[in-house]
């Protein structure tokens, strides 16, 4: 039985629903405080970028403040902070290491809890790998977060069910604006999504009870020019309105992004591809090409930060997959992220499950095909199945004021 401290970290992009998987890590650990398993909780400001720093919050004051838990689980954005340090391997960079297991032993830490996406998996996988090289019994566990749903081995990734609220409902809001005229006009939505189109597929889903975009492109399809401004020109002639939804992360036959051209090439610390700019590039496209009156709305931060609308069935799984990582780490494991598996053929509902950390960092889960229409240009029904139950359930956090109550580390 590992008895020692604990550390926990948030890393990447934040979310409507990081701060609720915190919470859920603080009652997993709270648990095992009582069990004699963690005697105290760590929290690294800014993730591992803060922890070399040493800046580092007792957590432990927290653990049976259920107010103040419920009011994080509601808080958007990381409420630890931030970064996007990429570590190098231990053997171009063995000095960094050499810290990190100095500042582990020094407060004994023996639990490392890391809230991520892609990259912050892989630190969870190097560090996991750099303990067990040095005889440092620790146990290292990742924890799913990305608004992207892009990790491997999840059905889905916490934060992802809010975004997509947020994303289908004002889709669904702008589809109502729009069509009170009868001028011909075309409106073009850019979402977040690089690689994986998860987040503009979500958008379909006023389709449930209504009308959804016209047209929706993902960048798990080339695009065509000639294609999209036959489409939309097609959309022109059965209405006057038109509305499009479009991946920010969409690329030529080339493999170029559309919207590439913008940032002029510049690229974050792990190498990708800062991306904007993709609606202006389309905006500019239809005014040329079909000369009618268009405009680009760039969704742009509220799709991450919009707690207000976030999905009670994402906050639910955001703090049982935490809790579930702390499990992890008690029954003896390391190296590993913690997953949500949907087990219901009949309705909906899930249990909480883990996957080797190897097969995970790095990689990237894109929509399939069978999930896009043979056109390239909407999403199917087996698509809009997959997506509807995660955006169920709405939140009533606390106001103050007429503000919604956000907690502050």
């Known amino acids: 039985m590992l008895i020692g401290n604990a550390v926990v970290g948030q890393s990447g992009g934040p979310t409507a629903a990081i701060n609720a998987t915190l919470s859920g890590v603080i009652r997993g650990c709270a648990e095992a405080h009582r069990a004699g398993r963690i005697e105290t ?11 070399l720093q040493e800046r580092l919050v ?64 892989d630190t969870v996988l190097k560090l996991s790998d750099y303990a067990a090289a040095h005889d440092y019994e620790m146990r290292v566990v990742g924890i799913p977060k ?20 947020f994303v ?32 503009t597929a979500a958008s379909a889903l006023p389709s449930l009870s209504g009308k959804g975009p016209d ?12 294609e999209f401004i036959s489409s939309v020109g097609a959309a022109l002639e059965k209405h006057p309105a038109v509305l499009v939804c479009v991946s ?7 493999g170029e992004y559309v919207g590439a051209g913008s940032q002029s090439g510049a690229v974050d610390v792990f190498g990708h591809k800062y991306l904007s700019g993709t609606g202006k590039v389309l905006e500019s496209l239809v005014k040329e090409r079909i000369g009618c009156k268009v405009r680009s709305v760039e969704l742009s931060l509220p799709q991450r930060c919009a707690a207000h609308i976030a999905s009670l069935t994402d906050l ?34 899930v249990e ?46 606390r106001y103050d004021h007429g503000m919604p109550v956000h907690v502050v580390i």
Request: hydrophobic share 40%; net charge negative; proline share 3%.
């Open 58 to 121: 007792d957590l432990g004051e927290r653990f049976f403040d259920e107010e103040w838990l419920s009011a994080l689980e509601n808080t958007p954005a990381a409420a630890l902070g931030s970064c996007r340090k990429k570590l190098k391997s231990h053997e171009v960079d063995g000095e960094t290491y050499a810290r990190m297991l100095e500042i582990f032993k020094r407060h004994n830490i023996r639990y490392f809890f890391y809230i991520g996406g892609n990259d912050s998996m």
């Open 41 to 51: 909780l760590y929290g690294m400001r800014n993730g591992i970028d803060g922890f």
């Open 248 to 254: 920010e992360g969409i690329r030529f036959a080339s």
């Open 146 to 165: 990305t608004i992207d749903n892009d990790l491997v081995a999840t059905d889905h990734t916490p934060g992802f069910g809010s975004a997509a609220k």
């Open 215 to 226: 047209l929706i492109y993902l960048p798990e399809r080339i695009f065509d020019e000639d």
């Open 168 to 199: 289908a409902t004002t889709v669904k809001e702008m589809i109502a604006d729009v069509n009170v005229y009868t001028v011909k006009a075309v409106t073009i939505v850019e979402v977040m999504g690089r690689d994986a189109g998860w987040l």
């Open 352 to 397: 909480f499950g883990m996957a080797d950390i190897k097969g995970i960092a790095n990689a990237i889960k894109t929509v399939p095909e069978s999930y896009i229409n043979e056109a390239g240009n909407g999403v199917t029904e087996e698509c809009l199945g997959y997506l509807a139950p995660l955006v169920i359930g709405e939140n009533s956090p």
């Open 316 to 349: 639910r799984e955001s703090i049982g997959v935490g809790k579930a990582g702390v499990a992890l780490a008690l029954d003896g494991n390391t190296g590993v992220m913690a997953t949500i598996e949907r087990v219901s053929a009949d309705g909906y509902s």
